[in-house]
């Protein structure tokens, strides 16, 4: 019959790795929880504004608070007799489990190695303007997770997408390369109305708000190419469709820029006579 000292051993021996294992996993929560932190310092620190710098240190954080995290749940079940010897059988003897497991973790992959060339591509950047041209979402990337990337719209909500989706779609970058953009006005005026009249308006008008910056290179400017250049476009059912193209400095000044000259050249039209046109029917009965 066994005695009570040798019962009290195993019992003891397990409480002692139990509470171990509580260590470790109060351990790893406080490690991983300084990672983050020093990360956001590294980042508000070094990155100086850079996107490239914020992707790469947001994306690491993310990685390696991860496997800080699964490091000591492993660590901390090994300790456990009872569970290391239930974690052993079940890998080594559960191919099937490990299959099934397997496919359902397909997406979480494809997402942890879409993330990874995201980071090392670089098609998007923390802080860049994106529009996802498949899915009709527009707003500035926040965050690229292992898993996800949010983008927050400019209505102040946030859209996460998985890495997987988003490295396959179709994605409109503001900011790559260079930030400086291209706002296309384009205005109707009645068929009736001065082409070459409006045409000057709408140069004018773009050419003296403070937004617009001179784009031409050196031969543009040798011959004396205006600023802003204006083109009739095209033809409408009761207008005429003119257009000018008038550069800025990033996406945000465009769109102040934009609604600043439709609203400055519709008032130079009305003082000056030209028509800006409605769609007129006539109805034969």
């Known amino acids: 019959m066994s005695s009570f000292s040798d019962l009290r051993d195993p019992v003891v021996s397990v409480l002692t790795y139990s509470s171990l294992a509580v260590v470790i996993l109060c351990a790893t929560v406080v490690v991983a929880h300084y990672m983050r932190k020093i990360f956001v310092r590294i980042l508000e620190t070094d990155a100086d504004g850079n996107r490239i710098k914020a992707s790469q240190y947001s994306f690491l954080k993310h990685l390696l608070t991860a496997l800080i995290y699964i490091l000591g749940t492993g660590l901390a079940v090994s300790l456990i007799p009872p569970l290391r010897s239930v974690s052993i059988s079940l890998f080594a003897g559960s191919g099937v489990l490990a299959l099934i497991i397997g496919f359902a973790a397909q997406h979480s ?60 779609e179709l994605v409109e970058n503001a900011n790559l390369i260079e930030e400086k953009i291209c706002k296309l006005i384009d205005m109707g005026i009645s068929y009736g109305s001065d082409v070459q009249k409006a045409k000057q308006i709408m ?83």
């Open 109 to 168: 992959f494809a997402n942890i190695v879409s993330g990874i060339f995201i980071t090392i591509f670089k098609p998007f950047r923390i802080g860049d303007r994106v529009k996802m041209m498949g899915k009709d979402i527009t707003g500035v990337v926040e965050d690229i997770t292992l898993r996800h990337t949010i983008i927050r719209t400019f209505e102040n909500k946030r859209v996460v997408i998985p890495n997987s989706v988003i490295s396959t």
């Open 203 to 285: 140069r004018e008008e773009a050419e003296k708000h403070p937004l617009t910056i001179d784009n031409r290179d050196d031969e543009q400017k040798a011959n004396n190419d205006p600023v802003v250049m204006t083109r009739l476009i095209g033809f409408a059912d009761s207008s005429v469709t003119l257009r000018a193209w008038v550069w800025t400095v990033d996406q945000p000044s465009a769109f102040q820029l934009g609604c600043d000259l439709y609203e400055s050249i519709k008032a130079r039209f009305e003082a000056e006579g030209v028509e800006i046109p409605f769609p007129h029917r006539k109805i034969v009965s």
